[in-house]
Protein backbone atom coordinates (compact mmCIF):
# COMPACT_ATOMS: atom_id res chain seq x y z
CA UNK A 1 0.00 0.00 0.00
CA UNK A 2 1.25 3.66 -0.83
CA UNK A 3 1.36 5.62 2.53
CA UNK A 4 3.03 8.59 0.74
CA UNK A 5 0.09 11.72 0.42
CA UNK A 6 -0.11 13.56 -3.10
CA UNK A 7 -2.12 16.88 -3.31
CA UNK A 8 -5.09 14.26 -4.12
CA UNK A 9 -5.61 12.32 -1.20
CA UNK A 10 -4.63 15.04 1.48
CA UNK A 11 -7.26 17.23 0.29
CA UNK A 12 -9.81 14.59 0.43
CA UNK A 13 -8.45 14.03 3.70
CA UNK A 14 -8.89 17.51 4.97
CA UNK A 15 -12.69 17.62 3.83
CA UNK A 16 -13.45 14.58 5.56
CA UNK A 17 -12.15 15.57 8.47
CA UNK A 18 -14.63 18.81 8.82
CA UNK A 19 -17.46 15.90 8.47
CA UNK A 20 -16.13 13.76 11.32
CA UNK A 21 -16.16 13.42 14.97
CA UNK A 22 -13.18 14.64 17.08
CA UNK A 23 -12.01 11.49 17.67
CA UNK A 24 -11.26 11.46 13.78
CA UNK A 25 -8.87 13.91 14.33
CA UNK A 26 -6.47 11.27 16.26
CA UNK A 27 -6.53 8.86 13.64
CA UNK A 28 -5.56 11.68 10.73
CA UNK A 29 -2.92 12.76 12.62
CA UNK A 30 -1.51 9.29 12.65
CA UNK A 31 -2.25 8.79 9.35
CA UNK A 32 0.25 11.66 8.71
CA UNK A 33 2.91 10.82 10.94
CA UNK A 34 2.74 7.44 8.99
CA UNK A 35 3.39 8.80 5.73
CA UNK A 36 5.98 11.12 6.87
CA UNK A 37 7.81 8.67 8.42
CA UNK A 38 7.80 7.11 4.63
CA UNK A 39 9.32 10.48 3.49
CA UNK A 40 11.52 10.06 5.59
CA UNK A 41 12.65 6.37 5.02
CA UNK A 42 13.03 7.53 1.09
CA UNK A 43 15.32 10.32 1.51
CA UNK A 44 17.33 8.36 4.16
CA UNK A 45 17.51 5.48 0.96
CA UNK A 46 18.31 8.06 -1.56
CA UNK A 47 21.50 9.59 0.73
CA UNK A 48 23.00 5.98 0.25
CA UNK A 49 21.94 5.85 -3.03
CA UNK A 50 24.19 8.86 -4.06
CA UNK A 51 27.40 7.11 -2.62
CA UNK A 52 27.09 7.90 1.28
CA UNK A 53 27.92 6.05 4.02
CA UNK A 54 27.54 7.84 7.53
CA UNK A 55 28.24 6.61 10.61
CA UNK A 56 25.80 8.75 12.53
CA UNK A 57 23.83 8.76 15.95
CA UNK A 58 20.35 8.13 16.64
CA UNK A 59 19.79 12.12 15.85
CA UNK A 60 22.03 11.98 12.89
CA UNK A 61 25.41 13.56 14.74
CA UNK A 62 28.29 12.47 13.12
CA UNK A 63 31.95 11.82 15.44
CA UNK A 64 29.79 11.18 18.25
CA UNK A 65 29.00 15.25 18.55
CA UNK A 66 32.98 15.86 18.69
CA UNK A 67 34.25 18.85 17.09
CA UNK A 68 36.14 18.14 14.18
CA UNK A 69 37.73 21.27 13.77
CA UNK A 70 39.12 21.06 17.33
CA UNK A 71 40.76 17.63 16.06
CA UNK A 72 43.15 19.81 14.09
CA UNK A 73 43.41 22.74 16.30
CA UNK A 74 43.45 21.71 19.54
CA UNK A 75 45.28 18.20 18.49
CA UNK A 76 42.47 16.53 20.71
CA UNK A 77 38.92 15.28 21.09
CA UNK A 78 37.07 18.11 22.12
CA UNK A 79 33.09 17.61 22.32
CA UNK A 80 31.07 19.95 20.84
CA UNK A 81 27.37 21.77 21.20
CA UNK A 82 24.33 21.31 19.89
CA UNK A 83 24.34 25.34 20.14
CA UNK A 84 26.47 25.28 17.39
CA UNK A 85 25.67 22.86 14.94
CA UNK A 86 25.51 22.65 11.04
CA UNK A 87 24.33 19.60 8.43
CA UNK A 88 26.67 18.73 5.91
CA UNK A 89 26.20 15.80 3.31
CA UNK A 90 23.59 14.33 5.37
CA UNK A 91 25.13 14.92 8.60
CA UNK A 92 24.88 17.05 11.43
CA UNK A 93 28.43 18.53 13.10
CA UNK A 94 28.88 19.48 16.66
CA UNK A 95 31.23 22.27 17.40
CA UNK A 96 32.46 23.59 20.39
CA UNK A 97 32.51 27.49 19.78
CA UNK A 98 30.97 29.84 16.34
CA UNK A 99 34.50 29.99 15.34
CA UNK A 100 35.15 26.37 14.73
CA UNK A 101 31.49 25.78 13.20
CA UNK A 102 32.80 28.76 11.10
CA UNK A 103 36.40 27.15 10.05
CA UNK A 104 34.51 24.13 9.54
CA UNK A 105 31.46 25.70 7.01
CA UNK A 106 34.29 27.91 5.02
CA UNK A 107 36.03 24.82 4.41
CA UNK A 108 33.83 21.53 4.75
CA UNK A 109 36.23 19.10 3.13
CA UNK A 110 39.68 20.16 5.39
CA UNK A 111 37.79 19.13 8.28
CA UNK A 112 35.54 16.11 7.95
CA UNK A 113 36.24 12.76 8.98
CA UNK A 114 37.41 10.39 6.12
CA UNK A 115 35.33 7.31 5.50
CA UNK A 116 32.13 8.43 6.75
CA UNK A 117 34.35 8.46 10.29
CA UNK A 118 34.26 4.73 10.09
CA UNK A 119 37.49 2.88 11.20
CA UNK A 120 39.63 3.89 8.91
CA UNK A 121 41.83 0.44 9.45
CA UNK A 122 38.31 -1.32 9.08
CA UNK A 123 37.39 0.46 5.83
CA UNK A 124 41.69 -0.55 4.80
CA UNK A 125 40.31 -4.45 5.27
CA UNK A 126 37.28 -4.01 3.18
CA UNK A 127 34.64 -3.31 5.91
CA UNK A 128 32.78 -0.71 7.97
CA UNK A 129 33.46 -0.53 12.00
CA UNK A 130 32.43 1.93 14.74
CA UNK A 131 34.86 4.25 16.39
CA UNK A 132 36.71 5.61 19.41
CA UNK A 133 37.70 8.93 18.70
CA UNK A 134 41.13 9.07 20.93
CA UNK A 135 42.09 6.99 18.29
CA UNK A 136 42.29 9.67 15.45
CA UNK A 137 45.43 11.00 13.75
CA UNK A 138 45.88 13.39 10.98
CA UNK A 139 47.61 11.76 7.72
CA UNK A 140 48.09 14.28 5.45
CA UNK A 141 45.78 16.63 6.28
CA UNK A 142 43.23 14.17 6.88
CA UNK A 143 41.22 13.35 9.82
CA UNK A 144 41.39 9.37 10.57
CA UNK A 145 39.96 7.47 13.13
CA UNK A 146 39.89 3.93 14.20
CA UNK A 147 38.31 1.34 16.30
CA UNK A 148 40.14 0.94 19.14
CA UNK A 149 43.71 0.35 19.84
CA UNK A 150 44.02 -2.90 18.25
CA UNK A 151 42.92 -1.13 14.99
CA UNK A 152 45.38 1.74 15.88
CA UNK A 153 48.86 -0.89 15.86
CA UNK A 154 47.45 -2.58 12.69
CA UNK A 155 47.12 0.65 11.00
CA UNK A 156 50.48 2.12 12.04
CA UNK A 157 52.26 -0.86 10.77
CA UNK A 158 52.15 0.99 7.14
CA UNK A 159 50.04 4.32 7.23
CA UNK A 160 50.27 5.51 4.09
CA UNK A 161 49.90 1.66 2.45
CA UNK A 162 46.48 0.87 4.33
CA UNK A 163 45.41 5.04 3.71
CA UNK A 164 45.58 3.97 -0.11
CA UNK A 165 43.74 0.88 0.74
CA UNK A 166 41.03 2.20 2.44
CA UNK A 167 40.80 4.99 -0.53
CA UNK A 168 40.55 1.60 -2.92
CA UNK A 169 37.71 0.15 -1.22
CA UNK A 170 35.90 2.75 0.11
CA UNK A 171 33.93 3.05 -2.21
CA UNK A 172 33.00 -0.74 -2.71
CA UNK A 173 32.81 -0.88 0.78
CA UNK A 174 30.11 2.15 0.68
CA UNK A 175 28.18 0.30 -2.70
CA UNK A 176 28.22 -3.33 0.35
CA UNK A 177 26.71 -0.80 2.44
CA UNK A 178 29.36 -1.17 4.67
CA UNK A 179 29.42 -5.16 4.59
CA UNK A 180 32.79 -6.86 4.12
CA UNK A 181 33.80 -7.03 0.70
CA UNK A 182 36.35 -9.10 -0.66
CA UNK A 183 39.42 -7.34 -0.99
CA UNK A 184 42.70 -8.07 -3.60
CA UNK A 185 44.58 -9.34 -0.96
CA UNK A 186 41.95 -12.14 -0.28
CA UNK A 187 42.06 -12.97 -3.99
CA UNK A 188 44.71 -15.33 -2.98
CA UNK A 189 42.64 -17.23 -0.19
CA UNK A 190 39.86 -20.27 -1.53
CA UNK A 191 37.22 -20.49 0.43
CA UNK A 192 34.06 -22.15 0.88
CA UNK A 193 31.77 -18.62 2.02
CA UNK A 194 28.36 -17.81 1.54
CA UNK A 195 27.01 -14.45 0.08
CA UNK A 196 27.77 -12.81 3.05
CA UNK A 197 31.34 -14.13 3.11
CA UNK A 198 30.48 -16.25 6.53
CA UNK A 199 32.55 -19.52 6.25
CA UNK A 200 30.92 -22.87 7.97
CA UNK A 201 27.45 -21.25 7.72
CA UNK A 202 28.14 -19.44 10.34
CA UNK A 203 28.86 -22.07 12.61
CA UNK A 204 31.66 -21.92 15.50
CA UNK A 205 34.88 -23.42 14.40
CA UNK A 206 36.40 -23.15 18.31
CA UNK A 207 33.18 -25.24 19.33
CA UNK A 208 34.14 -28.26 17.49
CA UNK A 209 37.09 -28.17 19.92
CA UNK A 210 35.51 -27.54 22.91
CA UNK A 211 32.35 -28.53 22.74
CA UNK A 212 32.96 -31.74 20.13
CA UNK A 213 29.83 -30.32 18.37
CA UNK A 214 28.37 -27.71 15.41
CA UNK A 215 27.23 -24.71 17.37
CA UNK A 216 25.74 -21.83 15.53
CA UNK A 217 27.93 -18.70 16.06
CA UNK A 218 26.85 -14.85 16.25
CA UNK A 219 27.93 -12.02 14.38
CA UNK A 220 28.09 -10.38 17.22
CA UNK A 221 31.74 -11.99 17.63
CA UNK A 222 33.25 -12.61 14.25
CA UNK A 223 36.67 -12.86 12.79
CA UNK A 224 38.18 -11.88 9.38
CA UNK A 225 41.03 -14.85 8.24
CA UNK A 226 42.14 -15.60 4.96
CA UNK A 227 39.26 -14.30 2.88
CA UNK A 228 36.36 -15.52 5.20
CA UNK A 229 34.46 -14.10 7.91
CA UNK A 230 34.21 -16.63 11.12
CA UNK A 231 31.00 -16.31 13.93
CA UNK A 232 31.66 -17.06 17.27
CA UNK A 233 29.46 -18.21 20.48
CA UNK A 234 31.13 -16.04 22.34
CA UNK A 235 33.66 -13.37 23.23
CA UNK A 236 36.20 -16.27 24.68
CA UNK A 237 35.90 -18.31 21.81
CA UNK A 238 36.43 -15.28 19.12
CA UNK A 239 39.76 -14.53 21.21
CA UNK A 240 41.16 -18.55 21.22
CA UNK A 241 40.37 -18.32 17.06
CA UNK A 242 42.37 -14.83 17.01
CA UNK A 243 45.34 -16.28 19.17
CA UNK A 244 45.87 -19.10 17.10
CA UNK A 245 43.50 -18.94 13.62
CA UNK A 246 45.40 -21.90 12.14
CA UNK A 247 44.69 -24.37 14.76
CA UNK A 248 41.12 -23.81 14.56
CA UNK A 249 40.12 -23.00 10.88
CA UNK A 250 38.47 -26.09 9.44
CA UNK A 251 41.11 -27.60 6.85
CA UNK A 252 41.10 -27.03 2.79
CA UNK A 253 39.37 -23.65 3.03
CA UNK A 254 35.98 -25.67 4.87
CA UNK A 255 35.07 -27.88 1.73
CA UNK A 256 34.16 -31.19 1.63
CA UNK A 257 37.76 -32.92 2.24
CA UNK A 258 36.44 -36.36 1.05
CA UNK A 259 36.19 -34.03 -2.38
CA UNK A 260 39.04 -32.34 -1.96
CA UNK A 261 40.50 -35.81 -2.09
CA UNK A 262 39.33 -36.13 -5.56
CA UNK A 263 40.46 -33.16 -6.44
CA UNK A 264 37.19 -31.63 -6.18
CA UNK A 265 35.42 -29.03 -5.01
CA UNK A 266 32.12 -29.62 -3.11
CA UNK A 267 29.59 -27.93 0.12
CA UNK A 268 29.69 -29.71 3.54
CA UNK A 269 27.51 -30.85 6.04
CA UNK A 270 28.99 -28.42 9.27
CA UNK A 271 27.36 -31.87 11.51
CA UNK A 272 29.72 -34.35 9.69
CA UNK A 273 32.94 -33.28 10.69
CA UNK A 274 35.79 -35.06 12.38
CA UNK A 275 39.60 -34.51 13.13
CA UNK A 276 42.96 -36.04 12.07
CA UNK A 277 46.00 -35.44 13.75
CA UNK A 278 44.16 -31.95 15.54
CA UNK A 279 42.78 -30.95 12.34
CA UNK A 280 39.07 -29.94 11.55
CA UNK A 281 37.78 -31.80 8.88
CA UNK A 282 33.88 -31.64 7.13
CA UNK A 283 32.27 -33.85 4.57
CA UNK A 284 29.64 -33.36 2.16
CA UNK A 285 27.43 -36.08 3.32
CA UNK A 286 27.75 -39.73 5.40
CA UNK A 287 28.42 -41.58 2.47
CA UNK A 288 31.75 -39.34 1.81
CA UNK A 289 32.71 -39.46 5.65
CA UNK A 290 32.38 -43.39 5.17
CA UNK A 291 34.43 -42.76 1.75
CA UNK A 292 37.41 -41.18 3.28
CA UNK A 293 37.60 -42.98 6.24
CA UNK A 294 38.05 -46.48 4.42
CA UNK A 295 41.52 -45.20 4.21
CA UNK A 296 41.94 -41.85 6.53
CA UNK A 297 45.35 -41.03 6.57
CA UNK A 298 45.99 -42.09 2.78
CA UNK A 299 42.94 -40.26 1.63
CA UNK A 300 44.35 -37.23 4.15
CA UNK A 301 47.55 -37.35 2.18
CA UNK A 302 45.72 -37.01 -1.19
CA UNK A 303 43.63 -34.20 -0.28
CA UNK A 304 47.23 -32.13 1.17
CA UNK A 305 48.39 -32.85 -1.88
CA UNK A 306 45.80 -31.79 -3.73
CA UNK A 307 44.47 -28.92 -2.36
CA UNK A 308 47.54 -26.34 -3.33
CA UNK A 309 46.46 -26.90 -6.60
CA UNK A 310 43.27 -26.16 -6.41
CA UNK A 311 43.83 -23.12 -4.68
CA UNK A 312 46.07 -21.91 -7.36
CA UNK A 313 43.72 -22.93 -10.31
CA UNK A 314 40.36 -21.35 -8.62
CA UNK A 315 41.30 -19.31 -6.30
CA UNK A 316 40.30 -15.77 -7.14
CA UNK A 317 37.43 -16.77 -9.55
CA UNK A 318 33.86 -17.07 -9.64
CA UNK A 319 33.13 -20.03 -7.25
CA UNK A 320 31.02 -22.97 -7.87
CA UNK A 321 30.84 -26.81 -6.78
CA UNK A 322 31.80 -29.79 -8.81
CA UNK A 323 29.76 -32.53 -9.96
CA UNK A 324 29.08 -34.89 -7.04
CA UNK A 325 32.43 -37.22 -6.42
CA UNK A 326 31.97 -40.61 -7.35
CA UNK A 327 33.83 -43.05 -4.85
Known amino acids: MNLIPNRFSLSIAIRAYAFQPRSWYAQLIKWLLVALASLMGLTSASAQSEGRLLNLNADGVILDGYDPVAFFTDNKPVKGS ?34 GAFCAYAVSLGRTAPIDVNTFSIVNERLVVQHNQKAVNGWNKDVPGNLALADQYWPAVVKNHGKQIRTNEEAKYLENVNQEGVILDGYD ?31 EHKQLFDDNPAKYQPQYGGYCAYAVSLNKLRPVDVNIFQFVDGRLLLQHTQDAYDQFNKDTQGNTKKADQNWPLLVKKRAGKQKGFDAPAKS
Not at 84 to 102: D, L, P, R, V
Not at 214 to 231: F, L, N, P, V, W
Open 205 to 235: PVGYFTDNKAIKGSADYQSRYEGATYYFTSA
Open 82 to 115: AAYQTKHEGAIYYFASAEHQQLFEANPRKYEPQF
